[in-house]
């Protein structure tokens, strides 16, 4: 970071940044004195016993914000993860910044995952980092490598999104921005190296999510319906002359259109709420724990 830093001021300066995310600082104690930047407030995981590596996030100090401690594991990873409070009326938004090295151990890789994990439960998840996944094909979401594949898994998991299009150095794409929530994160765009580095710097504009953002998933109420009348509109329809000389496919046609008539006056609807509101109407318990067992079955035969 020591080369960038010149540049990182004027940059932020003429753009007006409220974050700035930084992957592979390799600070340590003797930078305490040069790394704060006026107007920010700076957080920052330096690697214990070497410099290589490590992540920091300059947070506008107008922003009420605060650092998350998720998932604290033993086994050490270089992630950071910050609450920025919501303005009135939108929710806050958590931000984490990740940097995975080409060579990280699968114990680190799953302590990184189980805070992904709690940090994507929240409403609003920007994630941006070095993941050095190069295999990984995004468009159809596939990779070579075990550890690729597995962090596929985490993204799948937890209905992530990537949103980076472009490769971000050398061809491929090793920086990426995910987030929980579509339409959170637009206008990304690559501006070029900071300094020496010869990773592109990524940027994109986050759009404060609402504070209660209600579901426009709407589901049968099952619980209030009147089966009674249900059944009794059904029986007044003259079945054996109304399908009279109709084909399989017609008869369908005419069947359906009553029930969906029963059905519209005799149970109401409502709309999905809480963690489940994302997930669609038939993925229910027994899919979920059938996925989770091909998942884990597939893991098994890559060992």
């Known amino acids: 970071m020591g080369n960038k830093q010149e540049e990182l001021d004027p940059c932020e300066r003429l753009q007006g940044y409220d974050l700035i995310g930084i992957m592979e600082t390799w600070w340590d104690g003797s930078y305490d004195w040069s790394v704060g930047m006026e107007g920010y407030r700076l957080f920052r995981k330096d690697r214990q016993g070497r410099r290589e590596g490590c992540v920091a996030l300059y947070v506008n100090d107008q922003l009420e914000c605060m650092e998350l401690c998720l998932m604290m594991d033993k086994e050490p990873n270089e992630s950071?993860?910050?609450?920025?409070?919501?303005?009135?009326g939108t929710g806050d938004i958590i931000v984490g910044v990740c940097y995975r090295s080409p060579d990280q151990e699968d114990r680190a890789d799953e302590a990184l995952y189980r805070q992904i994990g709690a940090a994507s439960c929240s409403q609003a998840l920007v994630l941006m980092g070095d993941?050095?996944?190069?295999?990984?094909?995004w468009r159809d979401n596939t990779a070579g490598h075990k550890q690729s594949r597995r962090f596929l898994e985490c993204v799948d998991d937890n209905f992530l999104l990537q949103?980076?299009?472009?490769?971000?150095?050398?061809?491929?794409?090793?920086?990426?921005?995910?987030?929980?929530?579509e339409g959170l994160v637009?206008?990304?765009?690559?501006?070029?190296?900071?300094?020496?580095?010869?990773?592109?710097?990524v940027e994109f504009k986050i759009l404060r999510a609402a504070r209660r953002a209600h579901s426009k998933l709407a589901t049968l109420?099952?619980?209030?319906?009147?089966?009674?009348?249900?059944?009794?509109?059904?029986?007044?329809?003259p079945w054996d002359t109304a399908l009279e000389g109709r084909g399989a496919q017609e008869s369908w046609l005419i069947f359906k259109d009553h029930l969906l008539q029963a059905q519209e006056r005799c149970i109401p609807t409502k709309r999905k709420s809480g963690k489940n509101a994302r997930r669609p109407a038939w993925m229910k318990k027994e899919l979920l724990d059938k996925l989770k067992h091909k998942k884990e079955a597939y893991r098994g035969k890559d060992r």
């Open 163 to 181: 949103v980076i299009e472009e490769p971000t150095r050398r061809g491929a794409m090793l920086d990426l921005v995910l987030t929980n929530k």
């Open 221 to 237: 109420d099952f619980r209030r319906a009147d089966f009674g009348l249900f059944r009794d509109l059904l029986g007044r329809v």
């Open 131 to 137: 993941f050095n996944h190069p295999n990984i094909c």
């Open 186 to 201: 637009e206008n990304v765009k690559l501006k070029g190296g900071l300094g020496c580095s010869d990773h592109e710097m």
């Open 80 to 88: 950071l993860w910050v609450r920025i409070k919501g303005r009135a």
